[in-house]
C-alpha cells in the first residue's frame, strides 16, 4: 500500500540520515517537527542535523513517531547547547524547550500529524510561565462573566474560588523559590478597593467583601508568621555545621523579605482593604494592625544586625581564601569587628547570638583546619589544632 511505503520510508534509519545531512528530508514528519523545532527554539538547520547525526537521537524521534504508547517527545538545548530529545521533560534547561504530545495512543503518519500532535513550548523557568498562564489567561478566561452567563451561580462562585486559591498558590510558591514571601491579592481585590471608596463616601458595599479581606488577613498572618519564626540558629539544630558566612547571609536574605512584605503591606489596594476593615470595626482590624506592626519591629531588627554584620564577610573570606599560615593574624581583626558588632548592633547584642556566631567561627577554624592537613598531615591533625590555637 502507499501509505505504509511512505511510512516505512520516512520512520527508517535513511529518514534519519537524511536530516542529518541537511535541512530537508523526505518525511513529513520529521520535517514538521524540524521546522517548529527550529522556528521556536531559534536555532540554525545545522542543529537538528547534528542531533539527527546521532543514532541514539535518530531512534528516540522514531520511536515516537511508530510507537503509540510513547505519547511524549521533548527537544531542548543541553549543557553542550546541542539539541537533545527525550521522553519527559528535563530537570533544567538553558533555553526554552519544545514538546510534541499525542492527543491519542496512535502511532504518527503524515495523514494525521495535524490532529494528533497537540505541541508547545516550555520557558526554561517553567514556575514563570505557570504564573503567567494562571494570570493573563485562565483567570481572566474564567472571571468574564460572559463566559459563565450559563452556569449556575453556585458553580460560577466555587469555579472562581478555586481559581483564586490557584492563583495565590503559583504566586506563593514562586515567592519561595526565589527566596521571597509574596502575599496573594483575592480575586475580588479590586472589588474591595472600590467598596473601601463606596464606604469612604458613605455609599452600599457589598458587605460579603470584609468577610473576603478577613480571610485573606487570615492567610497572610501564618505567611508571616513563618517569616519571623525563622532563625538563623536553624542549621546548627539541625546538626549542619555552617560557617560564619551563613550568619552574614540569613540577615541580609531576612531584611530584603522582611522589606518586600513591607512594600506589599503598604501597597495602595492593601491599605484600601485595611481601611475596609477599620471602619467596618472588624475584629480582625487589630490582628492586622499587630501583624503589621510585628514586621515593622522584625524588618529593623534585621536591618540593623544586616549592616553591623557586613564588615565581617571581607575578613572571613580573606581567612577562607588566604595563606593558612597568615591564619592567625587575620583572626585578630576579625574578633576585634565581633567586638564592634556586639557593642553597635543593639539587636545583636544578645548572648544566644553571639554564641551562634562562635560556633559557626569555630566551624569555620576546623574545617580550615582539616582542608590543610587532611593530606599533607594525616596523623597531625590535633597538633595543627593546638599550634592554631596557641597562636591565636
Known amino acids: 500500500m502507499p501509505e505504509e511505503g511512505d511510512h516505512e520510508k520516512g520512520g527508517g534509519g535513511g529518514g534519519g540520515e537524511e536530516?542529518?545531512?541537511g535541512g530537508s528530508t523526505e518525511d513529513p514528519r520529521l520535517e514538521a517537527l524540524s521546522q517548529y523545532t527550529l522556528k521556536t527554539i531559534k536555532q540554525k538547520p545545522d542543529k537538528w542535523a547534528k542531533m539527527m547525526g546521532l543514532e541514539e537521537n535518530v531512534t528516540?524521534?522514531?520511536?515516537?513517531?511508530e510507537k503509540p504508547e510513547i505519547r511524549l517527545l521533548v527537544i531542548y538545548a543541553n549543557q553542550q547547547s546541542l539539541l537533545a530529545p527525550s521522553k519527559q521533560f528535563p530537570n533544567s534547561t538553558k533555553t526554552k524547550a519544545v514538546y510534541f504530545l499525542k492527543r491519542q495512543a496512535e502511532a504518527v503518519k503524515k495523514e494525521n500529524i495535524k490532529t494528533l500532535l497537540i505541541f508547545g513550548d516550555m520557558s526554561h523557568v517553567p514556575l514563570d510561565q505557570l504564573a503567567s498562564i494562571v494570570e493573563s489567561l485562565l483567570v481572566p478566561i474564567i472571571a468574564n462573566q460572559k463566559n459563565r452567563s450559563q452556569w449556575p451561580k453556585v458553580v460560577s462562585q466555587d469555579l472562581m474560588q478555586h481559581m483564586g486559591g490557584l492563583k495565590g498558590d503559583v504566586l506563593v510558591f514562586?515567592?519561595?523559590v526565589k527566596g521571597k514571601t509574596l502575599l496573594p491579592l483575592p480575586p475580588q481585590a479590586d472589588n474591595m478597593v472600590k467598596a473601601a471608596e463606596a464606604q469612604a463616601m458613605g455609599s452600599m458595599f457589598d458587605k460579603g467583601l470584609v468577610h473576603a479581606v478577613e480571610s485573606v488577613v487570615i492567610e497572610w498572618s501564618h505567611q508571616i508568621r513563618d517569616v519571623l519564626s525563622k532563625s538563623s540558629a536553624q542549621?546548627?539544630?539541625?546538626?549542619?555545621t555552617?560557617?560564619?558566612l551563613v550568619e552574614i547571609d540569613f540577615w541580609k536574605a531576612q531584611r530584603a523579605d522582611l522589606e518586600s512584605i513591607l512594600d506589599q503591606l503598604y501597597s495602595e489596594k492593601v491599605l484600601k482593604m485595611s481601611s475596609l476593615l477599620e471602619k467596618s470595626m472588624?475584629?480582625?482590624y487589630p490582628a492586622y494592625k499587630a501583624m503589621v506592626t510585628s514586621v515593622v519591629e522584625a524588618q529593623d531588627e534585621a536591618r540593623d544586625i544586616s549592616i553591623h554584620l557586613k564588615p565581617l564577610r571581607r575578613h572571613i573570606e580573606e581567612m577562607e581564601e588566604g595563606d593558612f599560615k597568615e591564619l592567625p593574624q587575620k583572626m585578630s581583626p576579625f574578633f576585634h569587628c565581633v567586638c564592634l558588632v556586639w557593642a553597635n548592633s543593639k539587636h545583636y547584642r544578645q548572648p544566644s547570638r553571639?554564641?551562634?556566631?562562635?560556633?559557626?567561627?569555630s566551624n569555620l577554624m576546623v574545617q580550615l583546619v582539616s582542608l590543610q592537613y587532611r593530606c599533607k598531615h594525616p596523623f597531625g591533625l590535633l597538633h595543627a589544632w593546638e599550634h592554631l590555637t596557641v597562636s591565636c
Do not use: C, D, H, R
Open 235 to 240: 542549621p546548627l539544630l539541625e546538626g549542619k
Open 354 to 361: 553571639l554564641v551562634v556566631l562562635l560556633q559557626e567561627v
Open 19 to 21: 536530516a542529518a545531512g
Open 282 to 284: 472588624s475584629s480582625y
Open 242 to 244: 555552617p560557617g560564619p
Open 174 to 176: 514562586t515567592g519561595q
Open 60 to 65: 528516540m524521534i522514531n520511536e515516537f513517531l
